[in-house]
């Protein structure tokens, strides 16, 4: 059975606008709701400065340490083959789908203070749980990934004859890298970076788990609107409001160059 808008089943078009609906009407209340005539002075309080300013500062140190750490690691999965890249590649992406609150768990036994480098790392004065420094490492756990599905996925994708050239003439592995590998995947580059950002930046469950709920050291936006939910439902409307244009501007501006297909049109 067809239907109109070029012969699609009204069945399926209907079940499609119901699902739309379950994405977006809640955003759209959300934003309803805002008390946008209090905006400036709840962005203006010192809760909302201090979780701004820190999560600006964490993410953005998190995103620097994800594309150092990221691109040569997203180059090691492009360039592997067989099941040990497969499950490599299992492996780096795990963080997006696992629990955030699994995250920060992990975390903990990893870094933590009895945890297996924890004992190690504390041996020579460095403390990660609930400071500053563990809510850059928990936004790195989570936000990594996206910047390396974004960049290997280019790196698939390279002119494998301008390499051979580049062979041929005489560069060494590190110089393709360098100059021809590395500019060619640059947008994709820049774009795992700015989604890297967004998700740093929303970084919630790990967060709190490892680092803590610390005013002015460990409590980032999303956790300012977490503890305004419970105390003042108005300040949390106009915090998630910021973090919803935010991670909106971003995807407006990547569409199409990530998951191309997907965000394009």
Not at 42 to 57: D, F, N, P
Not at 111 to 116: E, I, K, T
Request: no cysteine.
């Amino acid at each position: 059975m067809s239907g109109p808008s070029g012969g699609r089943p009204p069945l399926l078009v209907a079940v499609g606008l119901l699902g739309a609906a379950v994405l977006v009407l809640p955003v759209v209340a959300l934003l309803v709701r805002v008390p946008w005539s209090d905006v400036g002075t709840v962005l203006g309080s010192t809760t909302a400065r201090e979780a701004l300013a820190l999560s600006l500062g964490t993410s953005l140190a998190a995103t620097a340490v994800s594309v150092l750490l990221g691109v040569p690691l997203a180059w090691l999965l492009a360039s592997g083959t067989g099941r040990p890249a497969a499950i490599g590649r299992a492996v780096v992406l795990l963080p997006i789908v696992l629990p955030p609150v699994v995250g920060g768990v992990a975390l903990l036994a990893a870094f933590g203070r009895s945890g297996v480098l924890g004992a190690p790392l504390e041996g020579v004065g460095v403390v990660l749980p609930f400071s500053t420094a563990g809510v850059v490492l928990a936004q790195v756990f989570v936000a990594m990934p996206f910047l390396v599905v974004t960049v290997e996925a280019a790196l698939r994708e390279l002119d494998g004859p301008r390499l051979d050239a580049a062979a041929t003439l005489g560069a060494d592995g590190w110089r393709a890298f360098r100059q021809v590998t590395l500019p060619a995947a640059a947008p994709a580059v820049l774009a795992g970076a700015a989604l890297a950002w967004a998700r740093a930046l929303g970084e919630f469950g790990a967060t709190i788990t490892f680092a803590g709920n610390l005013p002015g050291r460990t409590q980032t936006l999303p956790l300012a609107v977490y503890l305004g939910a419970q105390t003042e439902p108005g300040t949390a409307l106009v915090l998630s409001a910021v973090l919803v244009v935010v991670s909106l501007a971003v995807l407006v501006a990547l569409r199409g160059r990530w998951l191309p297909g997907v965000l394009r049109r």
